[in-house]
């Protein structure tokens, strides 16, 4: 389990009056949350700010397709007063999410409106800036109900929140909706939440990882390129060196672009940081697909 983002003592809630007493405030808990994924876990703290305690089980430099949490991270899961999660493909996020006392504490993004109507969207959630724009209300309401006292603090961040998404995507809007039909190469739906929120449509002739495409496979990624006249490949920054990138693109013959899922909790150097550095950045490398 990685560190805690944000964590502190405030809020107020009930008091004590006895015979001959003064009223007295005690100090609220921070809410426990854990979130599967950093960026997710860095959009609880926008909204829950320090009326929340955050923790995170992913972010850039950690395998998502093959990470499983060991007994500790089990633990704290079966024990967060709130878990926000993918959905369907981390079952063990989710599990026993039909018994109504433990799914009232699950945020699945797979279940908002916004997932359900975009049925391309099929692993990691949180890279379609619309459905965490949904997610950013949910937790607001879930927050409100674990500590009513704060309903005004989340309710005001959730839509300062929205609103910047809203503006970032009107800065972008023309360049993405010129995405619109754009055929690129994939090697896994890691991004489809993505690339299908912008009518980008992914082809995958090999599910592969990129650093071990065969001369076979590598064979086929370029006939299908051929053949739909694509130009682009997207692949996880996290997979791939600038070195195997050029690689990649000099064994295809197309641009490979990265893009990043996770984000990361150091502040220090250039890195995706909090959600709208890693919104930016993958807003950024979309629009280089044209």
Not at 16 to 31: A, H, I, K, L, N
Not at 77 to 92: I, K, N, Q, R
Not at 269 to 288: A, M, P, T, V
Request: one cysteine or more; proline letters at 6%.
């Amino acid at each position: 389990m990685l560190s805690l983002w944000a964590v502190a003592s405030i809020a107020t809630a009930g008091c004590d009056r006895g015979p001959g007493t003064s009223q007295t405030s005690t100090p609220r808990e921070p809410v426990n949350v854990i979130a599967v994924a950093y960026p997710m876990a860095d959009v609880v703290r926008q909204i829950g700010g320090d009326r929340v305690h955050v923790e995170w089980l992913l972010e850039s430099g950690q395998p998502i397709d093959s990470f499983e949490p060991d007994e500790s991270q089990k633990n704290r899961l079966g024990t967060a007063d709130l878990v926000v999660s993918g959905g369907f493909d981390e079952p063990w996020a989710i599990e026993g999410f039909d018994d109504p006392t433990h799914g009232a504490r699950v945020i699945r993004l797979d279940l908002l409106q916004t997932a359900r109507t975009s049925p391309n969207a099929v692993a990691q959630l949180w890279l379609d800036p619309l459905i965490v724009r949904e997610s950013a209300q949910t937790m607001a309401d879930r927050l409100r109900a674990l500590r009513p006292g704060g309903d005004a603090v989340f309710q005001r961040n959730a839509n300062t929140f929205t609103t910047q998404i809203d503006s970032m995507l009107m800065d972008y809007r023309p360049k993405l909706d010129a995405l619109a039909g754009q055929k690129v190469i994939t090697l896994s739906p890691a991004f489809s939440a993505l690339t299908s929120r912008f009518g980008i449509v992914e082809l995958r002739p090999v599910s592969a990882s990129p650093l071990k495409l065969s001369d076979l496979e590598v064979a086929r990624i370029r006939r299908t390129a051929r053949a739909q006249n694509i130009g682009v490949m997207l692949v996880d920054d996290d997979d791939v060196s600038p070195q195997v990138a050029q690689d990649l693109a000099d064994r295809t013959g197309l641009r490979v672009i990265t893009l990043d899922s996770l984000g990361t909790s150091a502040k220090a150097g250039n890195g995706n940081s909090d959600y709208f550095k890693l919104l930016r950045y993958n807003l950024e490398q979309l629009i280089r697909i044209r």
